[in-house]
């Protein structure tokens, strides 16, 4: 995943975009490290209560989908979301999906998309009428990067009781990383 037209450290070129790839490709690159981790046992594991590994890595490759097939028309449905089963419940098929969605983040070009307008749709309160508001192409990754964090965390906590060794940075947000090392 390097070939996005965002930013390059060495150039001139929109530094907030280049950071936003980096963030995208840092979600990606956790969940591929954990995919190569698990079996197709225990990517379908669930504890009572809890949901699957492979149910929040569909959340994650989902809403990532909504955002890429609304960079067209300019209106992302969250509500919308394919909610493949397969994906949830079949390694192959979630990793093929996150492949997919490596190459959808390389091939962004940030010095056309960011700062984008584009239009939001999701319930937001499950007795309320779905909400529509005004974002950017740019605000929605990084929206994304956050809530797939946020699954990140969750999947460490039910991948420590499978034994599976992650990362001690793995599902943390990027602003933790820095406070924890003193660079905040």
Do not use: W
Not at 48 to 64: E, T, V, W, Y
């Amino acid at each position: 995943m390097k070939n996005s037209t965002a930013i390059h450290p060495d150039g001139d070129t929109d530094v907030d975009g280049y950071q936003i790839i980096q963030g995208c490709r840092n979600c990606v690159e956790q969940c591929d490290q954990l995919m190569q981790l698990l079996t197709p046992e225990t990517f379908i594991q669930s504890s009572p209560g809890l949901s699957s590994i492979g149910a929040h890595m569909r959340h994650i490759l989902d809403r990532f989908q909504c955002l890429f097939t609304g960079l067209q028309s300019n209106f992302v449905d969250y509500d919308d979301r394919e909610r493949d089963p397969l994906i949830e419940n079949n390694l192959d098929v979630a990793s093929s999906a996150l492949a997919s969605l490596a190459r959808c983040i390389d091939d962004l070009d940030m010095n056309v998309i960011r700062g984008k307008p584009i239009t939001v749709r999701e319930t937001v309160h499950h007795e309320r009428p779905v909400i529509e508001s005004s974002s950017t192409v740019d605000r929605e990754l990084m929206g994304l990067i956050t809530h797939s964090i946020h699954h990140l965390a969750i999947v460490a906590l039910l991948a420590k009781p499978l034994g599976l060794e992650l990362g001690g940075d793995f599902g943390k947000a990027p602003s933790t990383i820095l406070y924890e090392r003193g660079s905040a």
